[in-house]
């Protein structure tokens, strides 16, 4: 349940599904050689599967670790193509159970076709011939194809095959029996013997398939201490692998042919042919694919990314915070499903096929019964031998609360069935119609009939006799409506009925003049009641159940948490301990008077991959704060001897600087001689005390040693520094007050004192001209005799 988590957290994409769980951890990944016995890989094949299933028994045998039933399942993470409704179901449990908003389960395939075409831009026109794609994917374990008609801002799944038992590990697994033979004869070891021996086997086989896809000589294989302190050694080329696997090779053409056969293609309709997934790297892979369709295949998708980032588009399309370019996805139905009832008629049952196989979806149908009571419906799978899932019954729904009408007569029943958008098969509603009579309303406002005179059940259950309403739906929502196709459904090309004819309007009104008067007929309001159903689904998990296992991973999520915070604890330990032994030896040296800490470190570490290697966070917590109970006073000696010389240095600034205003403002500056004298004494004071206190801290301060603890602290002096600057700046950096001029009695005498002010304030300044003339000089005004 938790793989995601750690998915996030690793910094590679390219990732296999690999888990490594302890009594009290989890491990990720690359530690499956060091854990073999109690690490999970492959889960994705076991999802929603039985433990007594005959292919879990088959794979058990290729699996590190032991597989025992019991309750609980495992978790997947992808939804191929060729999942039944049980897996997929268990996947949206699975979701639900870690908390995931999950969106909509989407198909390899879909979400394959959705990255090639949302970025297309020469796709043809809606009303033109679609372009016909074919996308092939080959990865670890499975391998399937598809079929997908591209018009502009849409693509329709046309069909899908597959082969879930054909994959890279097949490869793989060639080459595993074929070394463990030659390991066996030439060093007489069995690999099978040992798990860890094994796992080492499959991850050179691995690298060694890798190597061939790109070299076509002998390639060595090279593995120290195999077994027993023994080295083993082989080599093999592309031409030995390939007829190694001929009888896999082989396997890829039935695939290819059925989705030819399904969706009636022929080889040259197909317009490219695209592939992805790790597996197709193989040339003789490439080569066969080629071969089958007569053309080059095409690699422009990311083979390993293509299906993650086609769900992520889809993600964003469904989701209100993107902004996404407007692109419709019609998927396909892998599997025919059916309906099984049982009519009111002995030993009889009903058999109808309401999807067939490659059926548009999301898709929904309504199924018309009439019925005086409750009934069942069972849906299954219509080809059980096309499923590769052991159960082919899908579930049973009970249609409740249905009654006969008043008059004895059998309901008319509405039954709504749907293949959504994670392409699980649902009866959605039921719905009984009661017809009530009214004969004074003219105008009804909701769904009226008229009573039908050859209105019987239906008792015999051919396709031509079933009564259905289709809905089809796309990606976005879809409103469905009895009796009418949604705007997404094909127009229907039958003629339409003889109940369903529109009436010519002139020759009923001249029939009507003809005929008498006839009593008017009673129109019939209809309303629908909602019916509960109760389905019975295959492999559901009851909500008891699942509330069960959302309370058992919050649990483990505390439990993670917990761990990770005990980890945090220990190499805070750890990194203390390796950080101050490096500095006692360097900068930290002159400052240490604490004897045996250094031994006290070196104590530590032992401890830590000894008896602490797996203890609980307290102690850790208590660990490292005896440590820091030493260490700290050491760093704080050595961050003071720092700071504490570039305060003094600044504080003696300041107290020289606000001395030289002090005795500025005696000698009658005018800079400062608009200051009250109050006021600059207080400065004078101030200045007093802070060089008296710095005097006393500096030879206070000159009699202790580095490895003692400072007589002033650096705080101390920056709090003397604070205060001075409070008490001083506000009073030097008082303004001077502004002299407003005095108002001129005539033009001349207010020229004077213009000219007088403006000196005085700027003896550089340029002197007023009028008439382009300069004015006498301000000396010349003022010894002039005026009247």
């Known amino acids: 349940l938790r793989y995601l988590h750690y998915l996030l957290g690793s910094s590679s994409c390219l990732v296999s599904v690999v888990l490594c769980i302890s009594d009290n951890k989890c491990f990720f990944m690359l530690l499956q050689i060091t854990h073999a016995h109690n690490t999970v890989s492959n889960f994705k094949r076991f999802h929603g599967r039985a433990f007594n299933d005959p292919f879990v028994q088959k794979e058990k045998e290729k699996l590190s670790y032991d597989l025992v039933p019991m309750k609980n399942g495992g978790v997947g993470v992808k939804v191929p193509s060729f999942f039944t409704d049980a897996e997929r179901r268990s996947l949206l449990d699975a979701a639900q159970i870690v908390g995931l908003n999950c969106l909509r389960l ?14 297309k831009q020469d796709l043809p026109a809606p009303e033109e011939k679609p372009r016909i794609v074919v996308f092939v994917d080959m990865g670890h374990s499975a391998f399937q194809v598809s079929a997908c008609a591209f018009n502009k801002s849409k693509l329709k799944v046309l069909g899908t095959a597959f082969d879930p038992f054909l994959g890279g590990r097949n490869f793989d697994g060639k080459l595993v029996d074929y070394f463990c033979a030659e390991i066996k004869s030439k060093y007489k070891l069995d690999p099978k013997t040992k798990v860890r021996a094994l796992l080492r086997l499959y991850q050179e086989c691995e690298k060694l398939k890798k190597l061939m896809s790109s070299n076509s000589t002998d390639i060595p294989l090279n593995i120290e201490c195999f077994m027993n302190d023994t080295d083993v050694s082989g080599k093999m080329n592309r031409s030995q692998f390939e007829e190694l696997c001929a009888d896999l090779l082989q396997r890829i053409e039935m695939p290819l042919l059925s989705l030819m056969e399904q969706t009636q293609l022929k080889v040259e309709d197909v317009n490219a042919v695209e592939i992805v ?15 089958f369709f007569g053309k080059d295949v095409s690699t422009t998708l990311n083979a390993d990314e293509a299906i993650a980032r086609g769900c992520a588009l889809q993600c964003a399309i469904l989701s209100p915070a993107f902004k996404v370019r407007e692109f419709s996805v019609t998927d396909a139905t892998p599997f025919p499903i059916s309906l099984l009832w049982n009519t009111e008629a002995e030993d009889t049952e009903g058999v109808h096929e309401v999807f067939s196989r490659n059926h548009a979806a999301p898709f929904s149908k309504v199924l018309t019964f009439y019925r005086k009571g409750p009934f069942e419906l069972e849906a299954f799978y219509s080809d059980p031998n096309g499923v ?18 008043k008059d ?32 004074e309303c003219e105008d009804v406002s909701v769904e009226t009939e008229v009573e039908a005179q050859d209105q019987r059940p239906i008792e015999n259950f051919s396709d031509k006799n079933i009564q259905q309403e289709n809905s089809e739906a796309g990606t976005q929502s879809q409103v469905q409506t009895d009796g009418q196709q949604t705007s997404q459904s094909p127009p229907s090309s039958e003629p339409p009925s003889e109940e369903n004819k529109i009436p010519d309007v002139k020759k009923t009104n001249e029939k009507k003049g003809d005929q008498p008067p006839e009593a008017k007929k009673p129109k019939i309001k209809v309303k629908n009641v909602e019916l509960p159903i109760e389905a019975n689904l295959v492999w559901q998990l009851g909500k008891d159940l699942l509330n069960m296992y959302i309370e058992t991973e919050g649990k483990m999520i505390m439990q993670d948490k917990l761990e990770k915070e005990r980890n945090d604890a220990k190499n805070a330990v750890e990194e203390y301990v390796y950080e101050f032994r490096d500095k006692l030896s360097g900068p930290y040296e002159k400052f240490v008077c604490e004897k045996g800490f250094s031994a006290l470190l070196a104590e530590t570490e032992g401890w830590l991959y000894e008896e602490g290697e797996d203890e609980a966070k307290q102690v850790y917590v208590e660990k490292l704060e005896n440590l820091k109970k030493l260490g700290t006073p050491i760093e704080m000696r050595f961050q003071e001897a720092e700071e504490r010389p570039k305060l003094l240095q600044e504080l003696g600034h300041r107290l020289q600087y606000y001395a030289t205003i002090a005795g500025e403002f005696k000698n009658k500056d005018e800079k400062y001689i608009h200051i009250d004298e109050m006021e600059m004494m207080k400065v004078e004071k101030c200045v007093s005390e802070v060089v008296e206190w710095m005097n006393n801290a500096v030879s ?23 205060e001075l600057n409070n008490v001083c700046e506000p009073v030097v950096t008082q303004p001077k007050p502004k002299v407003d001029s005095p108002k001129e009695e005539n033009p001349l005498s207010e020229q004077s004192d213009y000219k007088t002010e403006d000196m005085g304030d700027d003896k550089n300044s340029e002197m007023p001209q009028q008439n382009g003339e300069c004015h006498p000089s301000d000396q010349n005004t003022i010894n002039m005799d005026l009247d």
Do not use: C
């Open 277 to 291: 997934g790790g597996a197709t790297r193989i040339p003789a892979v490439k080569e066969r694919i080629a071969k």
């Open 408 to 439: 004895g007569e059998k309901s008319k029943v509405k039954v709504k069935v749907r293949v959504n958008t994670h392409g699980i098969f649902s009866v959605s509603t039921a719905s009984m119609v009661e017809p009530v009579k009214n004969e």
């Open 700 to 722: 206070a301060q000159a009699k202790k040693s580095l490895d003692q603890d400072p007589a002033v602290h650096s705080s101390e002096i920056k709090a003397k520094l604070q």
């Open 388 to 405: 590769p899932y052991p159960e082919s019954k899908i579930g049973r729904y009970v249609i409740q609360n249905v009654a006969a009408q």
């Open 106 to 119: 989407m198909n390899d395939m879909t979400a394959v076709a959705l990255n090639y075409g949302i970025y």
